[in-house]
């Protein structure tokens, strides 16, 4: 396989990237609504292998080739009241990895949230948006509040699953009626998403933070995986629950079937349909000492059934972490362990891991945050056998980012 060129500067693309949001920011907040924009530069040390953007299987973002300053983010959101009872949110991003198009839109969608009545709160939302798995990525953007790079199991949640569809969520406010827990159920129809699971059969489980924009691209030009696709006329569903206890506690199920039909191939793309369905849980405890413990856990399959033949994926995934807030100061750790198995006699797909990841957060103020964090991935894939490389390999990823970020939500 030919060498790649070196990824090293930001300045044309990320001007350009720069530019393009900030037009779209200028076109938009004329109007009442609440904006962000920010920018997020990164300062890279890394031994990984080429990065899954440039058709590598390093499981870090940057590999040891992208060492140096980098694009981590341009962003920018914007939230509408429509009405009393409706409102809109886009949000738009730049990453600096050579997708189809500078700014891709991560989530866009309306919500229709009607006042609660007797202790219910009813909301309806519709576009293209996160399905409700993630008890870490809880920030603007879908960002981790806690670290740079999110765990394994959200990062794959990024980049191949998304909500193109309906979703409808049902609360019981028991803390309004003198108890001292909420409860709620969600379901959610959506398509688009036939795509799922291509990404973690060829790449396995990753560590970053890079969202794959909606019918955005994973891979280098000409050779990557389109996630979102639709074309055997089925929809997938999901439904959860979830519990908190007075807001301190959060207990969060869900179950996840896209219905691809596993036998259906694209006769324009030859692209094939994955039939991906998981179970996913979650526990986040927060104390008011400004403690934070998370804990999640994904397992599922997905699998393909070209002619002749089924393939199958059973995956699965855990995450623990546990931060402190000190004033300004964020201090985390997380330990992942992820395992992708498959049927495939010759090993294709099959991969076993774990990964520690620890950060330093730094809010200055309202606009300005320092991060830094060191991330350890070791993992054994049989596909870097084919790559004349070792099955096992230990990668290591040191990041200084700093994030400017203003709006009209930000004083």
Request: proline share 5%; with cysteine; glycine share 10%.
């Amino acid at each position: 396989m030919p060498k790649l060129p070196h990824r090293q500067a930001l300045p044309p693309t990320l001007c350009r990237s720069a530019a393009l949001i900030t037009l779209l920011a200028l076109c938009v907040t004329g109007r009442a609504a609440d904006w962000e924009l920010s920018l997020d530069t990164r300062l890279v040390s890394s031994d990984a292998g080429r990065s899954f953007m440039d058709g590598g299987l390093g499981t870090t973002r940057f590999g040891h080739r992208d060492s140096g300053i980098q694009l981590g983010r341009a962003r920018f959101a914007l939230t509408t009241s429509l009405g009393d009872l409706w409102s809109a949110h886009f949000d738009a991003s730049a990453w600096d990895d050579k997708d189809r198009s500078p700014v891709g839109v991560t989530e866009a969608y309306l919500q229709f949230r009607p006042y609660p009545r007797a202790g219910y709160r009813f909301r309806l939302k519709a576009g293209a948006f996160y399905p409700p798995i993630s008890l870490e990525n809880r920030a603007a953007g879908w960002e981790s509040p806690y670290s740079l790079s999110y765990s394994a199991i959200n990062t794959w949640l990024g980049v191949e699953v998304r909500t193109i569809g309906l979703e409808a969520q049902l609360d019981w406010l028991g803390t309004r009626t003198g108890h001292d827990f909420d409860l709620g159920l969600t379901g959610g129809a959506f398509a688009w998403n036939e795509g799922a699971g291509v990404v973690l059969a060829d790449n396995g489980f990753m560590l970053h933070d890079r969202q794959t924009p909606v019918f955005g691209r994973v891979g280098p030009a000409g050779a990557g995986a389109l996630p979102f696709q639709q074309f055997d006329g089925r929809a997938g569903v999901y439904a959860g629950v979830e519990g908190r206890y007075l807001d301190r506690v959060v207990l969060r199920v869900l179950r996840y079937d896209n219905r691809a039909d596993p036998t259906k191939i694209d006769s324009v793309s030859g692209a094939i349909a994955w039939n991906t369905r998981f179970n996913s849980a979650g526990l986040r405890i927060e104390s008011g000492a400004g403690w934070t413990a998370i804990l999640q856990w994904l397992d599922g399959e997905t699998l393909i059934a070209p002619p002749g033949m089924q393939l199958e994926w059973p995956f699965r995934a855990q995450f623990a972490l546990l931060s402190k807030r000190f004033g300004r100061h964020t201090l985390s750790a997380r330990y992942d362990r992820f395992e992708v198995e498959t049927n495939v006699p010759d090993g294709d797909g099959w991969q076993i891991g774990h990964a520690f990841t620890a950060a330093w957060l730094f809010d200055a103020d309202a606009h300005w945050r320092l991060a830094l964090e060191w991330l350890r991935v070791r993992s054994y894939s049989y596909y870097r056998t084919e790559f004349a490389a070792p099955a096992l390999a230990t990668e290591t990823q040191l990041q200084l980012a700093v994030r400017y970020a203003f709006g009209s939500g930000l004083h």
